[in-house]
Antibody, heavy 116, light 106 residues
Framework: QVQLQQSGPGLVKPSQTLSLTCAIS??????????WNWIRQSPSRGLEWLGRTYYRSKWYNDYAVSVKSRITINPDTSKNQFSLKLSSVTAADTAVYYCAGFWDYWGQGTLVTVSS | DIQLTQSPSFLSASVGDRVTITCRAS??????LAWYQQKPGEAPKLLIYAASTLQSGVPSRFSGSGSGTEFTLTISSLQPEDFATYYC????????FGPGTRVDFK
C-alpha cells in the first residue's frame, strides 16, 4: 500500500519560493512504472496539474505550461521523496497542493496561502 | 492542452436515483480518461481509469463509458456516501481536469 505524506509551510510571502515535500512509503521514487505528480486546487482554477518527475533509466520532468518558468520538481532518492519548488509566488498561487502517484495515491493536501 | 467540459455542473438527486455525468474533450483522446470523486476536505479518489475500467475497491454501481471526445460516468443507484463532486481527467497529453460536477441532495 503506497502512502504519501506531505510537508512544508502553509504560509509564503509574495515573491518568495513555495517549497513542499512528498515522502513516499510502500514504493520507490525511482520506480520504473510510477510518475510522481504535483497538483493544486483552488476555487478559481479548479484542479490543476503542475508537473511530474519519473525514472525510466534516467530522470525526466514534465511541467505545465502555466508554471513552467517558475517550477522545479526534484526526486530525492536518499529519502525516497520528491519536492516541489514554485518561485515568485503571488496571491494567485494560493491553493491546496497535493502530491500523487499512479493517480491512485494522493497526499493529504497542504493549504498554502500567499500573503505578507 | 486538451480542454474538458462537464455537464451538468450541478445535479440534485435522491438516494436510489440513476445519475449520469458527461465529460467532453476539445479533441479526440482515445480512452485516456479517468473519473474521480472528491468530498470536502479530502483528496480526489480515483474511481475509473481508461474510460471504463473500475479501480479496485470501487463499488460496481459506478461505471464509465465513451471514447474519443465524449465520456460518461454513471452511478446506477445513488447511495448516501456518493454525494460529492466528480471530476474527469484526461491523460492523453499533459493531464488536465474537468471543472467538476457537484452531486447534492434533492
Amino acid at each position: 500500500q503506497v502512502q504519501l505524506q506531505q510537508s512544508g509551510p502553509g504560509l509564503v510571502k509574495p515573491s518568495q519560493t513555495l517549497s513542499l515535500t512528498c515522502a513516499i512509503s510502500g514504493d520507490s521514487v525511482s520506480s520504473n512504472s510510477a510518475a510522481w505528480n504535483w497538483i493544486r486546487q483552488s476555487p478559481s482554477r479548479g484542479l490543476e496539474w503542475l508537473g511530474r518527475t519519473y525514472y525510466r533509466s534516467k530522470w525526466y520532468n514534465d511541467y505545465a505550461v502555466s508554471v513552467k518558468s517558475r517550477i522545479t520538481i526534484n526526486p530525492d532518492t536518499s529519502k525516497n521523496q520528491f519536492s516541489l519548488k514554485l518561485s515568485s509566488v503571488t496571491a494567485a498561487d494560493t491553493a491546496v497542493y497535493y502530491c500523487a502517484g499512479f493517480w491512485d495515491y494522493w497526499g493529504q493536501g497542504t493549504l498554502v496561502t500567499v500573503s505578507s | 492542452d486538451i480542454q474538458l467540459t462537464q455537464s451538468p455542473s450541478f445535479l440534485s438527486a435522491s438516494v436510489g436515483d440513476r445519475v449520469t455525468i458527461t465529460c467532453r474533450a476539445s479533441q479526440g483522446m482515445g480512452d485516456y480518461l479517468a473519473w474521480y470523486q472528491q468530498k470536502p476536505g479530502e483528496a480526489p479518489k480515483l474511481l475509473i481509469y481508461a474510460a471504463s475500467t473500475l479501480q479496485s475497491g470501487v463499488p460496481s454501481r459506478f461505471s464509465g463509458s465513451g471514447s474519443g471526445t465524449e465520456f460518461t460516468l454513471t452511478i446506477s443507484s445513488l447511495q448516501p456516501e456518493d454525494f460529492a463532486t466528480y471530476y474527469c481527467q484526461q491523460l492523453n497529453t499533459y493531464p488536465t481536469f474537468g471543472p467538476g460536477t457537484r452531486v447534492d441532495f434533492k
